[in-house]
Every structure is written in structure tokens, then in C-alpha cells.
């Protein structure tokens, strides 16, 4: 029987330590275990992309954070945590977004509480038989999609496991991260990613407030959807950097790799489009014009012409 106690409360909290013993092991879809601080657990996968699963051994629940791309990946990872002793109490399952490769896994906890954002139930209930048909070859055993069952809007806490989770726009609208008080680490989701995030919406101005939230937090340890552990603030600052400048282009990348060009470049075409796709052609000019810009100054491979022919039509078309 699951414990079903949970409640709303403001956010608390004081000070984190740092990640403690990593070990490797092999298993079919592992390619890390990691002990994070007193009571973390980080699993991070290579196939088909790198990503984690994050969890929490609380006083009262065990805090599963995202559930991947299906039942394998969670059997195997409860697996590990049976083997580590955790495995007396109930688990209390989060959503950070309802992109596929973080609800895949739902279905192993049919039992237990799911919690997200309200937004992110929307979007499962009405795009995740097509997000299920769309990306079919990246499950990982057969995906039943199973919606969350406690949904909130600001925030919702467990106060007997000291844990808050909390609506933080960026990446996606229905975007929520996790506040672990007890050793100040927060999980954000795809909120922050290296060497920049994905940008989807026109909604940088939320981003930018939800970003400034987790430096007021002043966590001790990131946990992302797809980067490394994060001991430092530094892919945060440099993250919230990037959206604040990427709004008014003032963004110097002439000593950008050639990979963070391209990443720069897609995030600034997608404005553009996101521009066009809303009316305003001025905005959308600026934003497409910029990515010509980025795009020249990248290597004159095949791909690059393609991206270049491509974008310079669609200005034309503007015009």
C-alpha cells in the first residue's frame, strides 16, 4: 500500500554537501551510478542520448525524479536501489515536463503517486499517443502512457521528506523542478543544459525569472535532464546569461566551438521562426538575419550550405 501524505508549503531549506563515491557498473541500459550527497542516488544513461534519472531516499517516500523512456530502464534502476537497501518505503514519482523521455517510465508506478504540473497532465493526456508513435523506436520496453495523478500549479511539498517541487517555465511551459532542502540539490529538468538550452518558445522572459529562482535558491548541486552532475553554479550563470542576451542579440559568438555556432544558430532561427509563426515579420527578419549571420561563420560544409540556401529562401519569402 502506498502512502499517499502530501501537502503545500512554502519552500525552506539550508545547505548541501557535495556528490560522494561514484562507481561504475554495467547493465543493459546504465552507464553510471552515482552517490550524491546523504541520501542522492544519480543514474545516468548513454543510449539512445545521455540522460538521468535522479533519486531521493527521504524519511517518508522514496522521490523517483523523471522515469526516462520506459519499464526496462526503471525495472533495472529499482533493481540498483533494492541491491543499495532502499526499498522499504513507498515511491513518490515527478514529472519535470511531459517531453516523452521523461514520463516513458510512469507505467512502473501505477501504483504510487505521479506528481507534475498541471500543464504537463494536459499536454501527456493530448499529445503522448502521438509522441508515442513518433518516437516508438526509442522505447525502452513496451510503453503503456500513464498520466500523473497529483497535479499542482505554483508549487507542492512534502514537508515529511523536506522536498518542494515547483512550476519553473523555460524549456517547456509545463517545465517544474525539484528542491531537495535537505542537501540542496535541485533538480531542474531540461531547464539548463550545456553549452546552451533548447529554446522552443517565445517565453525567455519566464526562463529568465525561473533562472534567477534557482540562483536565490543558491543550490550546492544541479542535477539536469542531460548534462553531468553540476558542483558548481557555473553552467547555470552561464545558461541564464545566454537567455537573458539571446533576447536583445547581444551575444558575441566569434570564439564559440563550432558546435556551440550551430546550437546558437538553431536557437536563433527558432526565435525567428517562433516570430514569424506569431506575425510580427520585423522580429522575425531580425532573428533570421542574425542566424545568417552565425551560419557564414561556421565551416562551409554541405550541411551548413543547406542550412544557409534554407534560411536565405525563407528571408525571401518575408520579403
Known amino acids: 500500500m502506498v502512502e499517499r501524505r502530501v ?20 547493465l543493459i541500459y546504465f552507464m553510471e551510478f552515482q552517490r550524491v550527497n546523504s541520501r542522492g542516488y544519480l ?16 524519511d517518508k517516500h522514496i522521490i523517483f525524479l523523471d522515469t526516462y523512456l520506459g519499464p526496462d ?4 534502476t ?3 536501489l533494492f541491491e543499495e537497501g532502499i526499498s522499504d518505503k513507498p515511491f513518490i514519482v515527478f514529472n519535470s515536463h511531459a517531453d516523452y523521455d521523461h514520463y516513458w517510465g510512469n507505467q512502473e508506478f501505477s501504483d504510487s503517486w505521479i506528481i507534475a504540473h498541471d500543464s504537463s497532465y494536459k499536454r501527456i493526456q493530448t499529445q503522448g499517443k502521438e509522441s508515442l508513435t513518433r518516437y516508438e523506436k526509442m522505447q525502452r520496453g513496451e510503453v503503456k502512457i500513464t498520466l500523473p495523478n497529483l ?8 514537508p ?15 517545465s517544474a523542478s525539484c528542491w531537495d532542502q535537505v542537501d540542496r540539490v535541485l533538480f531542474v529538468g531540461d531547464n539548463l543544459e550545456s553549452p546552451f538550452p533548447q529554446i522552443n518558445l517565445l517565453n525567455l522572459k519566464e526562463w529568465q525569472t525561473s533562472l534567477e529562482e534557482y540562483t536565490k535558491i543558491d543550490p550546492k548541486t544541479i542535477i ?23 533576447q536583445s542579440l547581444k551575444i558575441n559568438y566569434t570564439n564559440f566551438s563550432e558546435n556551440e555556432k550551430l546550437v546558437h544558430f538553431r536557437n536563433v532561427r527558432r526565435i525567428g521562426g517562433l516570430y514569424q509563426e506569431k506575425g510580427d515579420k ?18 562551409n560544409v554541405p550541411d551548413n550550405i543547406e542550412r544557409r540556401n534554407r534560411l536565405i529562401e525563407l528571408i525571401k519569402k518575408i520579403d
Open 7 to 26: 501537502h503545500t508549503a512554502e519552500v525552506a531549506g539550508s545547505s548541501p554537501a557535495r556528490p560522494i563515491l561514484i562507481r561504475l557498473f554495467s
Open 43 to 58: 543514474f545516468s544513461f548513454t543510449e539512445p542520448y545521455f540522460t538521468n534519472i535522479y533519486v531521493i531516499n527521504g
Open 73 to 76: 530502464v526503471v525495472k533495472e
Open 78 to 80: 529499482k533493481k540498483k
Open 151 to 158: 497535479l499542482f500549479r505554483k508549487k507542492l511539498t512534502l
Open 160 to 174: 515529511e521528506d523536506k522536498i518542494e517541487f515547483f512550476h519553473s517555465p523555460g524549456h517547456t511551459g509545463d
Open 224 to 246: 539536469t535532464g542531460h548534462t553531468v552532475i553540476q558542483n558548481n553554479k557555473n553552467l547555470l550563470t552561464n545558461n541564464y546569461d545566454y537567455i537573458k542576451n539571446i
Open 282 to 299: 520585423n522580429k522575425a527578419k531580425e532573428y533570421f538575419n542574425e542566424a545568417l549571420k552565425i551560419i557564414n561563420d561556421t565551416e
